[in-house]
C-alpha cells in the first residue's frame, strides 16, 4: 500500500533527497503536503507540481506560490509547518533545519502519526517533550549516525550495551591545528557532506557531534556516560554498538543520506536500490581516530548541557544558532562561536537545570538564551 508523507522542509538537502526517493518509487510512496520557508519559490512550485500535492506550506512568498499553483492549499506563516504535521498521514518527514522544528515535531505526534526526525533540535531542545509523546516505533532517526545506531540495535537488549560510538567525518578542519583564521568558505567546505550552511558549520566546529550526543541519549535512553564519538574522514561506517561481551556492531555504506532517509519513511521495510551499497571488489582502507577536545570543545560542552538536562541543551542550541549566523553574516570569527555558546550557557547557568515542561517554557529559555548570545556577540565585535 503507497503510504502518504508530509515533507516539511522540502527544499533542503533531506527533503530534496526524499523527493527524489519518492520520484524512484511511484508505488511506494505519495506526497500529500509540503512545507519550506519560501526562500525559493520556483522550487516549491516545481516540486508541488511534479507530485501533486494538495497543501503547500510556506513563511514566504505565499502570494505568489498560490497564484502558480491553483487548487492548492497554501498555508503561510510562523506555524505552516506545524499545521501540516498534524495533517492525517502515514509519515512526516521532519528535515527543517534549527528549533522551530520542535513544535511540527510535537504536533506529528500528537496527531498519531509516525515521524521521521531529521530535525536533532527537536530532541536537543524539547527532547523529554518529544519522547513523552512518542509511542513505539512512532519517531525514527534519519540522522545517519542514529539511523546506524538504530539499525544495530534491532533484536538487541538495551541492558547489553555497553556503549554508542558515534562517528564523524572531522569536517574540514580534522588535521588543522590553527582555527583562528577561518573563513567561511573554508568552513563551508566539508569533504564529504553536501549539507546546508548551518548544518555545514556546525560539522566543520564539531558542534553537530555535539547536539548528535544529545539527540542520540534521548533516541536510544542511553545515559552520557556511554556515548562516544569518534573522528572517521571516510564517513562510510555511520555509527557503532559496543555490547558488553567486547563485540561491536557496525552499519556501513557509502555517504549517502538515501539510505537512512528511505528506511525511515518505509520501516519495518527497506526501499530496494535506495543508495548504491560498498563496492567490495575494490580495497578501503577505513580510520578512526579520537576527537582532539581542545581544538573542538564543542562536544565535552554539548556532554555538560545534556548531563545538566533541563533547559541546558535548549540554551545550547539556540545560543549556537545565533553565534553560528554571526559567523555566517561575518561578525564574528570561527572560534568565537563556541566562546559564545560557552560564555551564554555560564551566564545562564542558575536556570538551565529548570524543567520544561511545555513548549512555551522551550521558547522562554530559548528566547532569553538568543537575548545573552546576541549581547555576547556584541561584545565580541566591539
Excluded at 510562523?78 to 521532519?94: F, G, K, Q, W
Excluded at 518529544?130 to 516505533?137: C, G, L, M, T
Excluded at 562536544?299 to 538536562?309: N, S
Amino acid at each position: 500500500m503507497t503510504r502518504e508523507l508530509v515533507i516539511l522542509g522540502s527544499t533542503g538537502s533531506i527533503g530534496v533527497q526524499a523527493l527524489e526517493i519518492v520520484e524512484a518509487n511511484p508505488t511506494l510512496f505519495s506526497v500529500v503536503a509540503l512545507s519550506s520557508a519560501g526562500s525559493n519559490p520556483d522550487l516549491v512550485i516545481d516540486q508541488a507540481r511534479k507530485f501533486k500535492v494538495k497543501v503547500v506550506g510556506v513563511i514566504k512568498n505565499a502570494d505568489r506560490i498560490r497564484e502558480a499553483l491553483p487548487g492548492v492549499q497554501v498555508i503561510d506563516g510562523p506555524h505552516a509547518s506545524t499545521e501540516l504535521a498534524a495533517i492525517s498521514c502515514d509519515v512526516v518527514l521532519n528535515a527543517i533545519t534549527g528549533s522551530i522544528g520542535l513544535a511540527p515535531t510535537l504536533a506529528a505526534l500528537d496527531a498519531g502519526n509516525r515521524v521521521a526526525l531529521a530535525n536533532k533540535e527537536s530532541l536537543v531542545a524539547g527532547g523529554d517533550l518529544v519522547i513523552s509523546r512518542a509511542k513505539a516505533d512512532q519517531l525514527l532517526p534519519v540522522d545517519s549516525e542514529h539511523s546506524a545506531i538504530w539499525q544495530a540495535l534491532i533484536g538487541e537488549s538495551k541492558s547489553e550495551i555497553s556503549k554508542l560510538i558515534l562517528t564523524a567525518s572531522g569536517g574540514p578542519f580534522r588535521e588543522r591545528t590553527d582555527l583562528s583564521s577561518v573563513t567561511l568558505q573554508e568552513a563551508l567546505a566539508h569533504p564529504t557532506w553536501a549539507m546546508g550552511p548551518v548544518v555545514t558549520i556546525n560539522s566543520a566546529s564539531l558542534m553537530n557531534k555535539g547536539l548528535e550526543i544529545i539527540e542520540a541519549h534521548y533516541l536510544f535512553g542511553i545515559p552520557y556516560s556511554k556515548i562516544e564519538a569518534v573522528i572517521h574522514p571516510q564517513s562510510v561506517i555511520h555509527s557503532m554498538v559496543e555490547f558488553v561481551d567486547g563485540s561491536t556492531i557496525a552499519q556501513g555504506s557509502p555517504p549517502n543520506m538515501k539510505g537512512p532517509i528511505s528506511l525511515a519513511l518505509h520501516f519495518p521495510h527497506r526501499v530496494p536500490g535506495a543508495t548504491e551499497p560498498i563496492n567490495w571488489s575494490q580495497s578501503h582502507t577505513w580510520n578512526f581516530s579520537p576527537i582532539d577536545l581542545n581544538r573542538f570543545p564543542a562536544v565535552a560542552l554539548a556532554r555538560t548541557c545534556g548531563e545538566i538536562g533541563g533547559g541546558a541543551p535548549a540554551i545550547f542550541n539556540a545560543s549556537n544558532e545565533i553565534a553560528v549566523q554571526a559567523f555566517i553574516d561575518g561578525h564574528i570569527s570561527f572560534t568565537s562561536i563556541i566562546k559564545i555558546v560557552s560564555s551564554t550557557v555560564d551566564h545562564l547557568r542558575d536556570i538551565s537545570s529548570n524543567k520544561l515542561r511545555d513548549l512555551s517554557d522551550v521558547s522562554a529559555i530559548e528566547d532569553t538564551a538568543r537575548t545573552i548570545a546576541l549581547e555576547n556577540v556584541k561584545k565580541v565585535v566591539a
